[in-house]
Protein backbone atom coordinates (compact mmCIF):
# COMPACT_ATOMS: atom_id res chain seq x y z
CA UNK A 1 0.00 0.00 0.00
CA UNK A 2 1.21 3.51 -0.77
CA UNK A 3 2.14 5.49 2.45
CA UNK A 4 0.88 8.75 1.36
CA UNK A 5 -2.75 10.38 0.67
CA UNK A 6 -4.52 11.13 -2.76
CA UNK A 7 -2.90 14.88 -1.83
CA UNK A 8 0.33 13.70 -0.90
CA UNK A 9 0.45 10.95 -3.72
CA UNK A 10 0.07 13.88 -6.63
CA UNK A 11 2.95 15.78 -4.72
CA UNK A 12 5.03 12.53 -4.83
CA UNK A 13 4.35 11.91 -8.58
CA UNK A 14 5.14 15.66 -9.52
CA UNK A 15 8.05 15.50 -7.54
CA UNK A 16 9.75 12.51 -9.32
CA UNK A 17 9.69 13.86 -12.48
CA UNK A 18 11.43 17.13 -10.94
CA UNK A 19 14.01 15.15 -9.62
CA UNK A 20 14.31 12.88 -12.88
CA UNK A 21 14.88 16.43 -14.76
CA UNK A 22 17.95 17.48 -12.46
CA UNK A 23 19.29 14.10 -12.31
CA UNK A 24 19.58 14.69 -16.12
CA UNK A 25 20.35 18.44 -16.13
CA UNK A 26 23.64 17.64 -13.44
CA UNK A 27 24.36 14.36 -16.04
CA UNK A 28 24.67 16.92 -19.04
CA UNK A 29 26.25 19.61 -16.96
CA UNK A 30 29.13 16.95 -16.06
CA UNK A 31 29.55 15.77 -19.81
CA UNK A 32 29.93 19.66 -20.62
CA UNK A 33 32.15 21.16 -18.06
CA UNK A 34 34.26 17.95 -16.69
CA UNK A 35 36.83 17.40 -19.86
CA UNK A 36 37.87 13.79 -18.59
CA UNK A 37 36.72 11.47 -20.76
CA UNK A 38 38.85 8.33 -22.01
CA UNK A 39 39.30 9.32 -25.93
CA UNK A 40 40.09 5.83 -26.80
CA UNK A 41 37.11 4.47 -25.87
CA UNK A 42 35.01 6.84 -27.68
CA UNK A 43 37.02 7.23 -30.05
CA UNK A 44 36.44 2.96 -30.76
CA UNK A 45 32.26 3.80 -30.20
CA UNK A 46 32.15 6.22 -32.98
CA UNK A 47 33.92 3.88 -35.27
CA UNK A 48 31.69 0.87 -34.55
CA UNK A 49 28.85 3.49 -35.29
CA UNK A 50 30.51 4.45 -38.39
CA UNK A 51 31.04 1.05 -39.59
CA UNK A 52 27.57 0.12 -38.61
CA UNK A 53 26.46 3.07 -40.75
CA UNK A 54 28.37 2.26 -43.48
CA UNK A 55 28.42 -1.68 -43.70
CA UNK A 56 24.91 -2.26 -42.66
CA UNK A 57 24.63 -4.47 -39.08
CA UNK A 58 25.05 -7.69 -41.21
CA UNK A 59 28.68 -7.14 -42.47
CA UNK A 60 29.99 -5.24 -39.13
CA UNK A 61 31.66 -8.29 -37.95
CA UNK A 62 33.34 -9.18 -41.43
CA UNK A 63 34.58 -5.44 -41.58
CA UNK A 64 37.29 -6.09 -40.05
CA UNK A 65 36.86 -3.84 -37.31
CA UNK A 66 37.93 -4.98 -33.78
CA UNK A 67 34.88 -5.40 -31.63
CA UNK A 68 34.33 -7.13 -28.03
CA UNK A 69 30.75 -6.20 -28.04
CA UNK A 70 27.64 -8.15 -28.88
CA UNK A 71 24.58 -7.03 -30.63
CA UNK A 72 22.38 -5.23 -28.11
CA UNK A 73 24.13 -2.19 -27.78
CA UNK A 74 25.36 -1.71 -31.23
CA UNK A 75 21.40 -0.94 -32.58
CA UNK A 76 22.08 2.23 -30.26
CA UNK A 77 25.42 2.83 -32.22
CA UNK A 78 24.32 2.52 -35.48
CA UNK A 79 21.54 4.72 -35.24
CA UNK A 80 24.54 7.46 -34.11
CA UNK A 81 26.23 6.72 -36.75
CA UNK A 82 23.85 6.88 -39.24
CA UNK A 83 23.24 10.85 -37.59
CA UNK A 84 26.56 11.26 -38.20
CA UNK A 85 26.45 10.60 -41.81
CA UNK A 86 23.97 12.82 -42.32
CA UNK A 87 25.54 16.03 -40.40
CA UNK A 88 28.89 14.91 -41.28
CA UNK A 89 30.00 15.03 -37.61
CA UNK A 90 33.65 14.46 -36.97
CA UNK A 91 35.03 12.29 -34.16
CA UNK A 92 35.24 13.23 -31.06
CA UNK A 93 33.54 16.59 -32.02
CA UNK A 94 31.30 18.22 -29.71
CA UNK A 95 28.04 16.77 -31.41
CA UNK A 96 29.02 13.08 -31.91
CA UNK A 97 30.69 13.54 -28.35
CA UNK A 98 27.21 14.51 -27.50
CA UNK A 99 25.28 11.79 -28.74
CA UNK A 100 27.56 8.60 -27.78
CA UNK A 101 27.45 9.96 -24.29
CA UNK A 102 23.31 10.32 -24.05
CA UNK A 103 22.04 6.41 -24.03
CA UNK A 104 23.87 6.05 -20.77
CA UNK A 105 22.66 9.13 -19.42
CA UNK A 106 19.22 8.70 -20.13
CA UNK A 107 19.41 4.81 -18.95
CA UNK A 108 20.64 6.35 -15.30
CA UNK A 109 17.49 8.66 -15.39
CA UNK A 110 15.01 5.40 -16.49
CA UNK A 111 16.74 3.49 -13.68
CA UNK A 112 16.33 6.10 -11.33
CA UNK A 113 12.49 6.29 -12.10
CA UNK A 114 12.22 2.36 -11.69
CA UNK A 115 14.00 2.61 -8.37
CA UNK A 116 11.54 4.95 -6.87
CA UNK A 117 8.43 2.63 -8.36
CA UNK A 118 9.86 -0.02 -6.71
CA UNK A 119 10.88 1.05 -3.27
CA UNK A 120 7.68 3.38 -2.57
CA UNK A 121 5.95 0.07 -2.05
CA UNK A 122 8.62 -0.31 1.32
CA UNK A 123 9.84 2.82 2.29
CA UNK A 124 8.13 6.36 2.29
CA UNK A 125 11.73 7.93 1.50
CA UNK A 126 11.57 6.37 -2.14
CA UNK A 127 12.21 9.82 -3.85
CA UNK A 128 15.70 10.21 -1.69
CA UNK A 129 16.55 6.65 -2.94
CA UNK A 130 16.46 7.28 -5.82
CA UNK A 131 17.99 10.46 -5.64
CA UNK A 132 20.66 8.17 -3.88
CA UNK A 133 21.29 6.68 -7.89
CA UNK A 134 20.48 10.31 -9.44
CA UNK A 135 23.19 12.36 -7.65
CA UNK A 136 24.84 9.58 -7.27
CA UNK A 137 29.20 10.40 -8.38
CA UNK A 138 30.15 6.98 -8.69
CA UNK A 139 26.80 6.30 -11.69
CA UNK A 140 27.71 10.22 -12.96
CA UNK A 141 31.11 9.51 -13.22
CA UNK A 142 30.65 6.31 -15.39
CA UNK A 143 27.80 7.26 -18.15
CA UNK A 144 28.31 11.37 -17.97
CA UNK A 145 32.48 11.67 -17.39
CA UNK A 146 34.09 8.22 -18.98
CA UNK A 147 31.04 7.84 -21.73
CA UNK A 148 30.57 4.05 -20.73
CA UNK A 149 27.49 2.06 -20.82
CA UNK A 150 27.03 0.38 -17.43
CA UNK A 151 23.53 1.99 -17.28
CA UNK A 152 22.41 0.41 -20.68
CA UNK A 153 22.37 -3.10 -20.09
CA UNK A 154 21.83 -2.89 -15.99
CA UNK A 155 18.18 -1.30 -17.27
CA UNK A 156 16.55 -4.31 -18.81
CA UNK A 157 18.77 -6.39 -16.34
CA UNK A 158 17.18 -4.07 -13.21
CA UNK A 159 13.26 -4.48 -14.74
CA UNK A 160 13.50 -8.27 -15.78
CA UNK A 161 14.60 -9.15 -11.69
CA UNK A 162 11.66 -7.27 -10.62
CA UNK A 163 9.67 -8.95 -12.89
CA UNK A 164 11.15 -12.06 -11.72
CA UNK A 165 10.60 -11.28 -8.01
CA UNK A 166 6.78 -10.65 -9.19
CA UNK A 167 6.90 -13.91 -11.07
CA UNK A 168 5.74 -12.91 -14.16
CA UNK A 169 8.53 -15.03 -15.57
CA UNK A 170 8.09 -14.82 -19.58
CA UNK A 171 8.80 -11.34 -19.97
CA UNK A 172 11.75 -11.24 -17.02
CA UNK A 173 13.13 -14.21 -19.34
CA UNK A 174 12.86 -12.06 -22.53
CA UNK A 175 14.57 -8.78 -20.86
CA UNK A 176 16.88 -10.99 -19.13
CA UNK A 177 18.06 -12.26 -22.96
CA UNK A 178 18.12 -8.55 -24.06
CA UNK A 179 20.25 -7.23 -21.39
CA UNK A 180 23.11 -10.55 -21.95
CA UNK A 181 23.24 -9.02 -25.50
CA UNK A 182 24.15 -5.67 -24.54
CA UNK A 183 26.36 -6.82 -21.90
CA UNK A 184 27.50 -10.66 -21.09
CA UNK A 185 28.10 -9.53 -17.59
CA UNK A 186 24.52 -10.31 -17.42
CA UNK A 187 25.29 -13.75 -16.95
CA UNK A 188 26.71 -13.63 -13.78
CA UNK A 189 22.95 -13.47 -12.55
CA UNK A 190 22.45 -16.98 -14.39
CA UNK A 191 21.87 -18.51 -11.07
CA UNK A 192 19.35 -16.49 -9.83
CA UNK A 193 17.39 -17.10 -13.02
CA UNK A 194 18.04 -20.67 -13.33
CA UNK A 195 16.93 -21.01 -9.07
CA UNK A 196 13.88 -19.20 -10.57
CA UNK A 197 12.65 -21.87 -13.08
CA UNK A 198 13.47 -24.61 -10.48
CA UNK A 199 11.38 -22.32 -8.01
CA UNK A 200 8.83 -22.14 -10.74
CA UNK A 201 8.57 -25.89 -11.58
CA UNK A 202 8.83 -27.23 -7.56
CA UNK A 203 5.65 -24.50 -6.82
CA UNK A 204 3.94 -26.76 -9.18
CA UNK A 205 4.50 -29.83 -8.32
CA UNK A 206 7.60 -31.09 -11.07
CA UNK A 207 4.38 -31.94 -13.34
CA UNK A 208 4.87 -32.48 -16.93
CA UNK A 209 3.00 -29.34 -18.61
CA UNK A 210 4.52 -26.64 -16.61
CA UNK A 211 7.78 -28.51 -17.36
CA UNK A 212 6.53 -27.46 -21.09
CA UNK A 213 5.34 -24.26 -20.19
CA UNK A 214 8.88 -22.72 -18.88
CA UNK A 215 10.63 -24.63 -21.77
CA UNK A 216 8.49 -22.42 -23.69
CA UNK A 217 9.16 -19.32 -21.82
CA UNK A 218 13.34 -20.13 -21.63
CA UNK A 219 12.80 -21.02 -25.43
CA UNK A 220 10.54 -17.18 -25.93
CA UNK A 221 13.96 -15.29 -24.60
CA UNK A 222 16.20 -17.78 -26.44
CA UNK A 223 13.90 -16.64 -29.53
CA UNK A 224 14.15 -12.94 -28.93
CA UNK A 225 17.76 -13.27 -28.68
CA UNK A 226 18.04 -14.56 -32.19
CA UNK A 227 15.66 -12.28 -33.87
CA UNK A 228 17.40 -9.56 -32.35
CA UNK A 229 21.02 -10.88 -33.23
CA UNK A 230 19.42 -12.00 -36.76
CA UNK A 231 20.74 -8.58 -38.98
CA UNK A 232 23.89 -9.11 -37.88
CA UNK A 233 24.09 -12.42 -39.69
CA UNK A 234 25.91 -13.27 -42.85
CA UNK A 235 22.98 -14.88 -44.84
CA UNK A 236 21.46 -15.82 -42.14
CA UNK A 237 24.64 -17.56 -40.76
CA UNK A 238 25.12 -17.06 -36.75
CA UNK A 239 28.51 -18.42 -36.79
CA UNK A 240 30.13 -15.04 -36.45
CA UNK A 241 28.02 -13.86 -34.25
CA UNK A 242 28.64 -16.47 -31.93
CA UNK A 243 31.81 -16.01 -32.34
CA UNK A 244 32.33 -12.90 -31.32
CA UNK A 245 30.10 -13.23 -28.92
CA UNK A 246 32.63 -16.09 -27.44
CA UNK A 247 35.21 -13.53 -28.20
CA UNK A 248 34.41 -11.07 -25.91
CA UNK A 249 34.09 -13.95 -23.22
CA UNK A 250 37.07 -15.20 -23.62
CA UNK A 251 39.08 -11.71 -24.22
CA UNK A 252 41.55 -10.22 -21.10
CA UNK A 253 42.21 -13.65 -20.20
CA UNK A 254 43.82 -12.29 -17.01
CA UNK A 255 44.06 -12.24 -12.94
CA UNK A 256 42.08 -8.71 -12.95
CA UNK A 257 42.18 -6.33 -15.47
CA UNK A 258 42.38 -2.79 -12.97
CA UNK A 259 39.63 -4.47 -10.59
CA UNK A 260 40.62 -3.64 -7.29
CA UNK A 261 39.75 -7.08 -5.45
CA UNK A 262 41.76 -10.43 -3.85
CA UNK A 263 44.10 -10.54 -7.47
CA UNK A 264 45.28 -6.94 -7.68
CA UNK A 265 46.03 -7.26 -3.85
CA UNK A 266 48.27 -10.56 -4.64
CA UNK A 267 49.98 -8.26 -7.53
CA UNK A 268 47.88 -10.25 -10.61
CA UNK A 269 46.70 -6.99 -12.55
CA UNK A 270 47.37 -8.43 -15.84
CA UNK A 271 48.95 -11.17 -15.17
CA UNK A 272 47.76 -14.08 -17.28
CA UNK A 273 45.48 -16.96 -16.21
CA UNK A 274 47.86 -19.36 -17.16
CA UNK A 275 50.65 -18.14 -14.16
CA UNK A 276 50.05 -19.59 -11.11
CA UNK A 277 48.78 -18.86 -7.38
CA UNK A 278 49.58 -21.01 -4.80
CA UNK A 279 50.13 -23.98 -7.23
CA UNK A 280 47.05 -23.22 -9.33
CA UNK A 281 46.45 -21.67 -12.43
CA UNK A 282 44.66 -18.13 -12.23
CA UNK A 283 42.13 -20.08 -14.83
CA UNK A 284 41.53 -23.29 -12.17
CA UNK A 285 41.03 -20.62 -9.51
CA UNK A 286 38.00 -19.26 -11.44
CA UNK A 287 36.30 -22.01 -12.01
CA UNK A 288 36.59 -23.20 -8.67
CA UNK A 289 35.36 -19.92 -7.03
CA UNK A 290 32.46 -20.00 -9.55
CA UNK A 291 30.83 -23.23 -8.60
CA UNK A 292 31.25 -22.07 -4.96
CA UNK A 293 29.69 -18.81 -5.45
CA UNK A 294 26.72 -20.62 -7.70
CA UNK A 295 27.14 -22.79 -4.67
CA UNK A 296 26.37 -20.01 -2.01
CA UNK A 297 23.78 -18.49 -4.29
CA UNK A 298 21.70 -21.34 -4.10
CA UNK A 299 21.79 -22.05 -0.72
CA UNK A 300 20.52 -17.98 -0.11
CA UNK A 301 17.59 -18.05 -2.31
CA UNK A 302 16.42 -21.55 -0.59
CA UNK A 303 16.69 -20.40 2.72
CA UNK A 304 15.42 -16.84 1.34
CA UNK A 305 12.41 -18.64 -0.10
CA UNK A 306 11.53 -20.38 3.37
CA UNK A 307 11.95 -17.07 5.02
CA UNK A 308 9.41 -15.00 3.19
CA UNK A 309 11.90 -13.87 0.26
CA UNK A 310 13.21 -10.21 2.31
CA UNK A 311 16.72 -10.73 1.27
CA UNK A 312 16.56 -10.68 -2.70
CA UNK A 313 18.31 -8.15 -3.56
CA UNK A 314 21.30 -8.55 -1.30
CA UNK A 315 21.63 -11.43 -2.61
CA UNK A 316 21.41 -10.47 -6.18
CA UNK A 317 23.60 -7.55 -5.24
CA UNK A 318 25.94 -10.11 -3.47
CA UNK A 319 26.77 -12.05 -6.72
CA UNK A 320 28.16 -8.83 -8.21
CA UNK A 321 30.42 -7.96 -5.04
CA UNK A 322 31.88 -11.90 -5.06
CA UNK A 323 32.61 -12.27 -8.35
CA UNK A 324 34.12 -9.00 -8.50
CA UNK A 325 36.18 -9.62 -4.98
CA UNK A 326 37.23 -12.96 -5.88
CA UNK A 327 36.88 -14.11 -9.39
CA UNK A 328 39.10 -13.62 -12.16
CA UNK A 329 39.10 -11.55 -15.37
CA UNK A 330 37.37 -8.82 -13.85
CA UNK A 331 36.99 -4.92 -15.08
CA UNK A 332 36.76 -1.94 -12.71
CA UNK A 333 33.28 -1.32 -14.02
CA UNK A 334 31.93 -4.59 -13.58
CA UNK A 335 31.01 -3.84 -9.53
CA UNK A 336 28.34 -1.49 -11.30
CA UNK A 337 25.39 -3.08 -10.46
CA UNK A 338 25.94 -3.51 -6.59
CA UNK A 339 25.42 -0.05 -6.26
CA UNK A 340 21.72 -0.35 -7.41
CA UNK A 341 21.04 -3.30 -5.59
CA UNK A 342 22.93 -2.38 -2.60
CA UNK A 343 20.38 1.08 -2.64
CA UNK A 344 17.09 -1.24 -3.30
CA UNK A 345 18.17 -3.70 -0.08
CA UNK A 346 18.85 -0.71 2.05
CA UNK A 347 15.48 0.30 1.01
CA UNK A 348 13.75 -2.39 2.07
CA UNK A 349 15.80 -3.41 4.84
CA UNK A 350 16.78 0.54 6.50
CA UNK A 351 19.73 -0.23 8.99
CA UNK A 352 22.73 1.23 9.48
CA UNK A 353 24.90 -2.09 8.23
CA UNK A 354 23.04 -2.23 4.61
CA UNK A 355 23.44 2.06 4.39
CA UNK A 356 26.77 0.91 5.75
CA UNK A 357 27.61 -1.51 2.72
CA UNK A 358 25.91 0.81 -0.04
CA UNK A 359 28.14 3.76 1.11
CA UNK A 360 31.38 1.80 1.19
CA UNK A 361 30.64 -0.11 -2.38
CA UNK A 362 30.01 3.60 -3.70
CA UNK A 363 33.66 4.61 -2.09
CA UNK A 364 35.37 1.78 -3.78
CA UNK A 365 33.89 1.86 -6.89
CA UNK A 366 34.03 5.64 -7.31
CA UNK A 367 37.89 5.23 -6.31
CA UNK A 368 38.89 2.39 -8.28
CA UNK A 369 37.71 4.10 -11.54
CA UNK A 370 38.28 7.30 -10.56
CA UNK A 371 42.16 5.77 -10.29
CA UNK A 372 42.00 3.67 -14.17
CA UNK A 373 40.51 6.96 -15.49
CA UNK A 374 42.87 8.97 -14.36
CA UNK A 375 46.19 6.54 -15.42
CA UNK A 376 44.55 6.17 -18.78
CA UNK A 377 44.44 9.98 -19.08
CA UNK A 378 47.60 10.61 -17.81
CA UNK A 379 49.55 8.37 -20.72
CA UNK A 380 52.82 6.65 -20.30
CA UNK A 381 52.51 3.18 -19.13
CA UNK A 382 49.32 3.57 -17.05
CA UNK A 383 49.02 0.31 -15.39
CA UNK A 384 52.36 1.81 -13.27
CA UNK A 385 50.31 4.86 -12.57
CA UNK A 386 51.07 6.75 -8.95
CA UNK A 387 47.24 6.88 -8.53
CA UNK A 388 47.10 3.38 -9.59
CA UNK A 389 49.69 2.16 -7.37
CA UNK A 390 47.99 4.22 -4.10
CA UNK A 391 44.79 3.47 -4.17
CA UNK A 392 45.06 -0.19 -5.48
CA UNK A 393 46.37 -2.15 -2.41
CA UNK A 394 44.42 -0.16 0.39
CA UNK A 395 41.01 -0.03 -1.79
CA UNK A 396 41.55 -4.24 -2.33
CA UNK A 397 41.42 -4.73 1.13
CA UNK A 398 38.22 -2.62 1.67
CA UNK A 399 36.43 -4.52 -1.03
CA UNK A 400 37.10 -7.99 0.26
CA UNK A 401 35.76 -6.39 3.92
CA UNK A 402 32.63 -5.61 1.80
CA UNK A 403 32.95 -8.99 0.67
CA UNK A 404 33.00 -10.34 3.78
CA UNK A 405 30.51 -8.03 5.33
CA UNK A 406 27.77 -9.38 2.65
CA UNK A 407 28.73 -13.08 3.12
CA UNK A 408 28.47 -12.24 7.24
CA UNK A 409 24.87 -10.06 6.44
CA UNK A 410 23.54 -13.01 4.27
CA UNK A 411 24.61 -15.52 7.01
CA UNK A 412 22.48 -13.38 9.34
CA UNK A 413 20.05 -11.99 7.51
CA UNK A 414 18.99 -14.56 5.33
CA UNK A 415 18.38 -16.76 8.09
CA UNK A 416 17.14 -14.85 10.50
CA UNK A 417 13.28 -15.75 10.89
CA UNK A 418 11.28 -12.73 9.82
CA UNK A 419 9.53 -11.03 12.76
CA UNK A 420 5.75 -11.92 13.04
Known sequence: MCFVTDKGDFYVKHMIWVLLGAGLIVRLFAFYSIDFMFENDIRTFQIWASQLATNGLGGFYKSGIWSDYPPGYLYILALSGVARGIFEWELLSPIFNFFTFLPAMLADVAIGYVIWRVSRKASRYALLFAALWLFNPAVILISSVWGQVESVFLLPLFVSL???????????YILYGVAILIK?????????YL????????GHGFIWPELKRLGLYVSAALGGMLMLAFPFTQRSNYLPVFRQFWGGLDAYNFGTVNAFNLWALAERNWRPLDARFMGITHAAWGVIIAVAIVCAV????????????GHYWLIVAA?????FVFSVKMHERYLFPAILFLLLYAAEKPRWHTAGLFLAVCVTFFINCFAVLYAFNAGGNWWESPMMLRFMSPVSWVNIGIACGILLTMLWGVNRCPKK
Not at 184 to 192: A, I
Not at 195 to 202: G, K, L, V
Not at 298 to 309: Q, T, V, Y
Open 162 to 172: VLLREKRLLLS
Open 184 to 192: PQSLFLGPV
Open 319 to 323: VFVLT
Open 298 to 309: FAALEINKRRGG
Open 195 to 202: FSAFDYWR
